[in-house]
């Protein structure tokens, strides 16, 4: 029986440095609504910070009060991300924010590369509980103790300062009616950096109190993400309480998998969240978003019209183009043009369900390497040729997404977001550990073309047909009937209900055709690099094609061809670079602020515009 | 309209790298410089070191040799989009590199297909030269077969070690590691049991449920894979649940100082590891190495510094060797090259073009605050390699 008691008591000083790190990322949104993919950073920041600061002291009160300057070090980085970049896009889409955020982890990155160096560092031991005491027949480190006390000590704490104090009576009252705080006189700017630094205190308080439990390293940020995130969404975004319960929980599940389990650990992780957010779509203490005050976003429509078709000569001339290329036979160009192209077209299928559809998906690598894996593990075990292949792949993702689609669709934003992202992290982590089929991290190559494709120039005139001839359909698709009625649901989910649209039903078919599209893009992407490997169906993957979007420009037609190309061909000029990540970080980030509309934004609203005007006039 | 000024750039700089082709003779390195820094800097190090020292002899072939970096940002796809890139814009004669396993296979097979001489140095994979070797793939460092059965054949010889544990992290490298050394130990000690094993996932360990697991199951020896931030976290739950204690445990590259240099002076004590003790090797190719490359970077070297060292030390070699930088030629060069290296000689073995270098495998202990290796030996490599006629049975043809 012991030993179940002691892997509890584990699972719960496990639960601590999560209740921590998570705790600060539901404080942030419930306030602000922005989803803060950087908040990896800052717990890595506060470790590194920490790490400093405590160095090889003995003295407790260095150690404990390193630990809280740390934190407020960390908390003051926020502010400073705050005040200078995410204060300017409270108004903006919710997807802007978290690409600017993904930005600050880029740039986070390499300036703790730059000041920490690459060794991973031993962190400090604390001085006191260095040692362990015997506990019902086991060792336990005596740390591991102090952190099970440490974090109902923190939750008692932001629960006086939300509930005991005038700020944190404001803070509620902007979580419940921002515009009505606002409008009573409150200085909201003051709030919100206020929160913000809250959040990254705690993050920055979580990583620096992890610290004689392992130390820091610059896999932090990335190797914590993905479980804040299912803590927080599991315990309902904004909810302190359900932080900390869902820490419990997923530390517990963690602890005990290593008994029972030991192989499977990751997806265990990611199959609780997705059974909880289909029982309880709003996590176990968050609160339904009807009742939520929705935030204000920027809807432009797109201008595509049921008959003015954008077979303008700029298509031609493009797709004029790229039938050229394979004439100057250099096989890098046709290589990266491919790239380009398969990439846009993936970019494409999320944009079909985003921008008309208004579903922001955070796991859309799932199709995308699902299509791919499709392709290659028939390749592996049925060696069937690529002609029935570049069906069957496609229509497999078309079964995954009718089955993912079918729960997701029953939420909307946020929730919508995370329900995809933990599907997309499920199959991730499937692939990832059932090696003896997927090949596991090695992936399975020698999956090239059969048949005439086996022709370089076969192939890529192949991937040219075949991506126009989709793109062709989405976009017949968007200007149908279905599109428009595809559109009504995003706008108003309650209207078109009462004029007889079935959301759902809508939501779930438009859905469905992306995961068959993406699915194509990504059963002809493996084809072109000949294997494939977990990376593909992984969080940076949905990540790239959010951001091609946010390059391109979301609510325009061009948008996912104009970001596809450029972002692909940006990033492998850019990469060239020692600090590229710094790079694309700074540039990501000065795009959301100066071009909240993407580069097809920035024609529209001048040179095309003038075009168009020309053309009439004549 | 829109696309003039982006396909007008991308086609100047598509065709401006080999305008400025020069008589040099360029190599392709690709490694994951952003993803594992601390493993790869000093492979690069290494490498630029050896570069710096071949052209200040003269160079090969009357040509200087430029080694061309590129990052592959930890992707497979990435690596292979790096390679078609190398040959056809920066035209280089062969690529080298990598650190992991899964990439070092990618560009294996990219190689083959395409035709080009790639040189893995760094992935420990044995796929990469047996079920998935091929005619353009070469590699230098011992592979986990190799240094597993190093280890196995020194754990063998402690008699009252019977019932063993292993931890490894969970993907395809720990499990190639794992059953190496079972299956190596089992021929050896038909009487050895295994009790159980734990996979924590790679960088995520949580090394105070797994360290309790593995006391659950009270065995006499653990063979520990983990590596990284991971072994710091396992080393210290480790020690404070007592776990190492009266155990023979076994790590596989723990010696290493990329591994065990960030523990200081709680690197584990009476491990028995394969690692590389720079400080300690008398040989004088060795020390000059180690001297140059302690004066230029100002740091001490790393398994990788050698490594990448060692690759362009073969690289030089086989260009010397084949008097030519074509891929046909350079390959049947390869077939049984020899190389000098700081480390010893090394053989590319014909069969399989697995090197012959060894690797070093000796005991920790902490010295002026640092784990170092004593009691150790330099096992050479072609001892642990398996026979032609198993060779056979393992490579496709």
């Not at chain 2, 992991?100 to 395409?114: C, E, M, P, Q, V």
């Not at chain 2, 996932?201 to 009270?218: P, R, S, V, W, Y």
């Not at chain 2, 020690?239 to 960030?262: A, H, S, W």
Request: proline fraction near 4%; hydrophobic fraction near 50%.
């Amino acid at each position: 029986m012991s030993i179940y008691a002691v892997q509890f008591l584990i699972g719960l000083s496990d639960a601590s440095v999560l209740f921590l790190t998570a705790s600060g990322l539901s404080i942030i949104f419930g306030v602000s609504r922005i989803v803060n993919f950087s908040h990896g950073s800052f717990y890595m920041l506060g470790a590194y910070i920490g790490y400093s600061l405590i160095g090889d002291s003995d003295n407790p009160l260095i150690f404990w009060g390193g630990l809280f300057l740390a934190a407020v070090v960390t908390g003051l980085v926020g502010v400073l991300v705050e005040i200078v970049l995410l204060r300017r896009l409270y108004h903006v889409p919710e997807l802007f924010q978290l690409i600017a955020t993904f930005g600050v982890i880029l740039v986070i990155q390499d300036l703790t590369f730059m000041i920490w160096g690459a060794e991973d560092l031993l962190g400090p031991r604390a001085p006191g509980l260095t040692g362990s005491i015997e506990l019902l027949g086991a060792l336990v480190p005596s740390y591991d103790i102090a952190l099970i006390v440490l974090s109902p000590l923190v939750l008692v704490g932001i629960w006086l300062l939300f509930y005991k104090t005038r700020w944190g009576a404001l803070v509620r009252a902007a979580t419940e009616d921002r515009e009505m705080v606002a409008a009573l006189g409150v200085n909201q700017n003051l709030l919100f950096t206020g929160v913000f630094f809250l959040g990254c205190f705690l993050a920055g308080l979580g990583g620096a109190a992890q610290l004689p439990k392992g130390g820091a390293n610059l896999l932090m940020d990335f190797g914590i993400i993905a479980e804040v995130f299912v803590v927080v969404v599991v315990g309902g975004m904004g909810s302190i309480w359900g932080a900390y319960i869902a820490a419990i929980i997923i530390s517990e599940l963690n602890a005990f998998g290593i008994l029972f389990l030991p192989e499977s650990s990751l997806v265990m992780m990611f199959l609780a969240m997705a059974v909880i957010l289909i029982a309880r779509p709003w996590g176990l203490f968050g609160k339904s978003e009807s009742m939520e005050h929705k935030p204000p976003s920027e809807r432009e429509d797109l201008t595509i019209s049921g008959r003015k078709l954008p077979w303008n000569w700029g298509w031609l001339l493009l797709i004029a183009v790229l039938l050229v290329i394979p004439w100057f036979q250099i096989d890098f160009v046709m290589t990266l043009v491919i790239e380009m192209v398969l990439l846009s077209f993936f970019a494409a299928t999320l944009h079909f369900i985003m921008g008309p559809g208004g579903m922001v998906s955070f796991g859309h690598a799932l199709f995308f390497g699902g299509g791919s894996y499709a392709v290659a593990l028939f390749v592996n075990y049925l060696q069937l040729p690529m002609s029935v292949l570049l069906i069957a792949g496609p229509a497999v993702t078309m079964v995954f997404a009718l089955l993912v689609g079918w729960f997701c669709v029953r939420l909307s934003g946020v929730y919508f977001a995370m329900l995809t992202l933990a599907f997309a992290q499920l199959a991730w982590s499937v692939v990832f550990q059932w090696d003896s089929v997927t090949g596991g991290d090695d992936g399975i190559i020698g999956v090239w073309p059969t048949g005439p494709a086996e022709d370089k120039i076969v192939f890529y005139y192949l991937v040219i047909t075949l991506t126009s001839l989709s793109l062709y359909v989405i976009r017949r698709v968007i200007s149908s009937p279905f599109g428009f009625a595809l559109r009504a649901c995003r706008d108003s989910s309650l209207r078109s209900r009462a004029i007889g649209i079935d959301v759902r039903k809508i939501q779930w078919i438009a859905f469905t055709i992306s995961g068959f599209m993406a699915g194509l893009a990504g059963s002809l992407y493996v084809y072109s690099k000949g294997s494939i490997f977990p990376t593909e169906m992984a969080i940076p993957r949905s990540f790239d094609a959010l951001i091609m979007l946010l390059l391109g420009g979301v609510q325009s037609p061009v948008g996912p061809i104009i970001g596809g190309s450029v972002y692909t061909f940006l990033i492998d000029y850019i990469t060239r670079f020692d600090y590229w990540r710094l790079l694309l970080g700074i540039m990501i980030m000065l795009l959301i602020v100066l071009f909240p509309r993407g580069i097809s934004g920035i024609f529209s609203s001048g040179i095309i515009q003038r075009i168009k005007l020309l053309g009439q006039s004549e | 309209m829109r696309f003039k000024p982006l396909l007008t750039l991308f086609l100047i700089v598509s065709f401006a790298g080999p305008l400025f082709a020069a008589d040099t003779i360029k190599i392709g390195d690709i490694n994951s410089y952003k993803n594992l820094p601390a493993h790869t800097i000093p492979y690069r190090n290494g490498a630029t070191l050896a570069i710096e020292k071949i052209n200040a002899s003269g160079g090969v072939l009357g040509k200087q040799l430029e080694l061309i970096s590129r990052d592959d940002q930890g992707k497979p796809a990435e690596a292979i989009k790096i390679a078609e890139d190398l040959f056809s814009r920066e035209e280089v004669s062969l690529i080298s590199g990598t650190l992991f396993s899964h990439i070092g296979i990618a560009l294996g097979s990219y190689a083959a297909k395409n035709k080009k001489l790639y040189i893995a140095a760094e992935p420990l994979a044995d796929a990469l030269v047996w079920a998935k070797g091929n005619r353009y793939t070469f590699r230098l460092r011992p592979s986990t077969y190799m240094q597993a059965a190093m280890l196995a054949e020194e754990a063998a010889k402690k008699k009252d070690v019977k019932t063993w544990a292993t931890i490894a992290p969970n993907y395809a490298y720990g499990k190639d590691a794992v059953s190496a050394f079972k299956n190596a130990l089992k021929k050896l000690r038909p009487d050895v049991e295994f009790v159980g094993e734990q996979w924590p996932a790679l960088f995520k360990i949580n090394a105070g449920a797994e360290t309790q697991a593995l006391l659950q199951m009270k065995p006499q020896g653990i063979y520990n894979v983990t590596f990284g931030s991971d072994l710091a976290k396992f080393v210290r739950e480790g020690t404070l649940r007592n776990l190492f204690k009266d155990r023979l445990v076994v790590g596989l590259l723990t010696g290493e100082p990329e591994y065990i240099d960030p523990l200081k002076d709680e690197a584990p004590e009476g491990w028995l590891v394969t690692g590389y003790p720079w400080y300690d090797i008398k040989d004088s190719t060795h020390q000059e190495f180690v001297a140059s490359y302690r004066k230029k970077f100002n740091e001490t070297p790393k398994i990788g510094s050698i490594v990448g060292y060692n690759t362009m030390m073969t690289i030089e070699a086989l260009l010397k060797k084949a008097q030519s930088t074509d891929t046909e030629k350079m390959v049947e060069a390869m077939k049984g090259l020899d190389v000098n290296t700081p480390t010893g000689p090394v053989h590319y073995r014909a069969i399989d073009h697995q090197s012959t270098m060894g690797a070093y495998v000796g005991w920790t202990t902490v010295k002026n605050g640092t784990g170092i290796m004593v009691d150790w030996k330099y096992l050479d490599g072609k001892n642990y390699l398996p026979t032609d006629a198993e060779v056979r049975k393992l490579r496709p043809n």
